[in-house]
T-cell receptor, first 115, second 109 residues
């Protein structure tokens, strides 16, 4: 139980294009999902909290117009990196809040490379 | 933001030994605690959570919680090379989780 999927697992795009990443909770409903970014050998950095049916809450320093988050259903949240630049290249990981207290279950991550 | 402190390591242990990881937290009111394992290049995986003082065992893993001293530890018994990873401690912080920086464990064959 508590399986979270992400798609795509890896994406390479040209600078200036937009990339959409999907995060799905496969066997449970998640009213809250989270988006993280992780650079090599660094800690997880929370970017935003996604709540079903409402606007996402962004962490300080994260541009909401650049990282668009949509949580349209109880099992799907999407992150769109708009006008991607090489410095956006990173490992993007989503998680879904489980039914037991504050547990978070992570997706496998999406490795984004912007050329 | 709630603070979570971990020794960054690396912690190197021989195969078959016990790996002991420690985590301290700042908020005395914290009620639940989580341990995640993250292999290099992969996403974190929940391995244990604990709410009550004392020990909680799951296979080769034992989580130990001492709320009075504000620390939670993770013991890995009979360490295997496959246990080589970074282990993250986390506590709830409002609707989020506050993570420690992680302890990197290397199990020597």
């Amino acid at each position: 139980g508590a399986v979270v999927s992400q798609h795509p697992s890896r994406v390479i795009c040209k600078s200036g294009t937009s990339v959409k990443i999907e995060c799905r909770s496969l066997d449970f409903q998640a009213t809250t999902m989270f988006w993280y970014r992780q650079f090599p050998k660094q800690s997880l950095m929370l970017m935003a909290t996604s709540n079903e049916g409402s606007k996402a809450t962004y962490e300080q320093g994260v541009e909401k117009d650049k990282f668009l988050i949509n949580h349209a259903s109880l099992t799907l949240s999407t992150l769109t990196v708009t006008s991607a630049h090489p410095e956006d290249s990173s490992f993007y990981i989503c998680s879904a809040r489980g039914l037991v207290a504050d547990t978070q279950y992570f997706g496998p991550g999406t490795r984004l490379t912007v050329l | 933001q709630k603070e979570v402190e971990q020794n960054s390591g690396p912690l190197s242990v021989p195969e078959g030994a016990i790996a002991s990881l420690n985590c301290t937290y700042s908020d005395r009111g914290s009620q639940s605690f989580f341990w995640y394992r993250q292999y290099s290049g992969k996403s974190p995986e929940l391995i244990m959570f604990i709410y009550s003082n004392g020990d909680k065992e799951d296979g080769r893993f034992t989580a130990q919680l001492n709320k009075a001293s504000q620390y939670v530890s993770l013991l890995i018994r009979d360490s295997q090379p496959s246990d080589s990873a970074t282990y993250l401690c986390a506590v709830p912080d409002d609707y989020k989780l506050s993570f420690g920086a992680g302890t990197t464990v290397t199990v020597r064959a």
